[in-house]
T-cell receptor
Framework: SQTIHQWPATLVQPVGSPLSLECTVE??????LYWYRQAAGRGLQLLFY??????ISSEVPQNLSASRPQDRQFILSSKKLLLSDSGFYLC????????????FGDGTRLSIL | SQQGEEDPQALSIQEGENATMNCSYK?????LQWYRQNSGRGLVHLIL?????REKHSGRLRVTLDTSKKSSSLLITASRAADTASYFC????????????FGKGTSLLVTP
């Protein structure tokens, strides 16, 4: 069966520090991968998606970047965090075809001080 | 961008009652999906209904889709305290790797 791992679960970082959140998927090949951010009491905002190794599409220009160094690994990064980067970050995967559900990790709660 | 909008934003019912949540969207879709999120956790997929389907059932869940009105509803029958969660509708974006557009969600509270 397929599983998705996302870590860390919580993170407290000072403004201006770097960020690296990691997500890995097991039990499937060539998945589509996604990073979403959820503000308090809001729906999810798509940040990045990837349809293959090294292929990253950015949805919203911002202080973040993403990379996919391996087929089932997706990394969200920042060189210098801003206060506005606080939020709940969720990684997800799907089969990459129409009419397929997405499967989410447990999320990372990021607080910027 | 958010396409789906759920209604109501919050719903409070007692165990055993039915809960109905509605979702409206703006553009044409391939499918509409419903997800559940427990507080502080990731989203769990509940049900997917294709654009050529009108109704779908899964256990105590019943989803309807009206593409002419661009709306969907999620009915949870005989609710339980464990159903307490936020519920989101989402539509897919074929030109964006099938990423999802989510609404803001309905917060459901089921009291014993």
């Amino acid at each position: 069966s397929q599983t998705i791992h996302q870590w860390p679960a919580t993170l407290v970082q000072p403004v201006g520090s770097p960020l690296s959140l990691e997500c890995t998927v097991e039990g499937t090949s060539n998945p589509n991968l996604y990073w979403y951010r959820q503000a308090a009491g809001r729906g999810l905002q798509l940040l990045f998606y990837s349809v293959g190794i090294g292929q990253i599409s950015s949805e919203v220009p911002q202080n973040l970047s993403a990379s996919r160094p391996q087929d089932r690994q997706f990394i969200l990064s920042s060189k210098k965090l801003l206060l506005s980067d606080s939020g709940f970050y969720l990684c997800a995967w799907s089969e990459g075809t129409s009419n397929q559900p997405q499967h989410f990790g447990d999320g990372t709660r990021l607080s910027i001080l | 961008s958010q396409q789906g909008e759920e209604d109501p934003q919050a719903l409070s019912i007692q165990e055993g009652e039915n809960a109905t949540m509605n979702c409206s969207y703006k553009t044409s879709i391939n499918n509409l999906q419903w997800y559940r999120q427990n507080s502080g956790r990731g989203l769990v997929h509940l049900i997917l209904i294709r654009s050529n389907e009108r109704e779908k059932h899964s256990g105590r869940l019943r989803v309807t889709l009206d593409t002419s009105k661009k709306s969907s509803s999620l009915l949870i029958t005989a609710s339980r305290a464990a159903d307490t969660a936020s519920y989101f509708c989402a539509t897919d974006r074929p030109n964006s790797g099938y990423a999802l557009n989510f609404g803001k969600g309905t917060s459901l509270l089921v009291t014993p």
